[in-house]
């Protein structure tokens, strides 16, 4: 019998983070009768007096949102992290570590109007938040060693606020998901003199089997190491590092891409498509001031837990908590099927 990736199982590595990941094609084929639902509609208004993010609302804590017209940014009213906090001992017990954790952490509103998302914004409105988010990167990136921007879109992902917004946390310490890339990407260069994700757009875009968008500046493809099922990463094809390195024409096509990408997103179960998706690029502050990040390449992921339709969604649960990741849709399969769904025109506004 000869393997076929579609059909038969098998394992992937996920050469970021050194973690495989079970790919179960053959469960496709198991019968679905789950809903053909209808479109969802967009019936939230433009403007909520009850929404502490929308212009002019008192927010808890008594202050009042300003009467803004663009994006705004303020620092979040229950952070996680905050920058004046205790140190706490020094432990010799391995099993009993603790280290310091400071922070900062803010909430940015990509636009006034409550009834929009990046998907029905336009492309220079969408521009407008990449020039904020380099803007805040450009301030907290010289002081702390990590900064997150990060949307988690939708009550599936646990937003608690239907307003059109993301979080940026900032960290004096390198995370866990970052420092597993920092320490794989300078592996992996050591090895290769090649930053590993150029190398890796490069072999995509031979094969064409996973990609869903590809213009001058930026590349989507679902990885061949996806976990969710139309997981996709976003990658600069410019060598750029972070996300201040963007020139203005780049943040543009970024703009472009982003919308394409999230109409497409949409318009896959006629859905205000849920996802958690964020930056990442190569560490900052005073500690790595100084040291290369030639071995990095700007990217952003996108984390959609749907899978049949807009209420039919994947639980990482049993074996994929327990064991592994594990997924049915192929890579391949879902960057099909987003490919040849309409990216121009949202189906709101067909």
């Keep these: 019998m000869q393997f076929v990736a579609s059909e038969h199982p098998h394992r992937r590595l996920n050469p970021l983070n050194g973690q495989w990941v079970l790919v179960c094609p053959h469960r496709t084929q198991r019968p679905w009768s789950g809903q053909q639902e209808k479109a969802q509609k967009n019936e939230l208004p433009e ?84 020039d904020e988010w380099i803007s805040q990167f450009n301030e907290l990136s010289a002081k702390y060693a990590w900064v997150q921007i990060f949307e988690n879109k939708g009550a599936t992902m646990g937003c608690s606020n239907p307003h059109p917004h993301c979080q940026i946390w900032s960290c004096s310490f390198l995370p866990t998901e970052p420092q597993l890339k920092q320490e794989r990407l300078r592996a992996y260069y050591a090895t290769n003199e090649r930053p590993m994700l150029a190398d890796y757009v490069e072999r995509e875009l031979q094969r064409q089997e996973r990609i869903v968008i590809e213009n001058r500046d930026w590349v989507v493809v679902v990885p061949f190491w996806a976990t969710w099922p139309f997981e996709t990463m976003l990658i600069s094809r410019n060598n750029n590092k972070r996300i201040n390195d963007l020139t203005t024409e780049q943040r543009y096509n970024l703009a472009l891409t982003m919308k394409e990408l999230t109409t497409k997103y949409d318009n896959l179960f006629h859905c ?44 990482m649960v049993g074996f994929e908590l327990l064991a592994m990741a594990q997924r049915d849709l192929t890579p391949e399969q879902a960057a099909q099927r987003l490919r040849e769904v309409d990216g121009k025109c949202h189906y709101l506004q067909k």
């Design 272 to 315: 205000s498509f849920p996802y958690s998706m964020g930056w990442h690029g190569a560490p900052t502050g005073p500690e790595h001031a100084h040291a290369s990040s030639a071995h990095w390449t700007l990217h952003a992921i996108y984390y959609p837990p749907l899978l049949r339709s807009a209420s039919v969604r994947k639980f």
């Design 47 to 130: 403007f909520d007096p009850t929404n502490p993010l929308c212009p002019g609302v008192t927010r808890p804590n008594g202050i009042q949102t300003p009467e803004y017209e663009s994006t705004y940014v303020f620092e979040n009213d229950f952070p996680a992290l905050v920058e004046i906090v205790p140190v706490p001992p020094n432990s010799d017990d391995p099993l009993f570590q603790i280290a310091p954790a400071r922070g900062n952490c803010r909430v940015m509103c990509f636009h006034p109007k409550s009834n929009l998302t990046l998907p029905t914004m336009s492309a220079a409105e969408i521009a407008v938040v990449i």
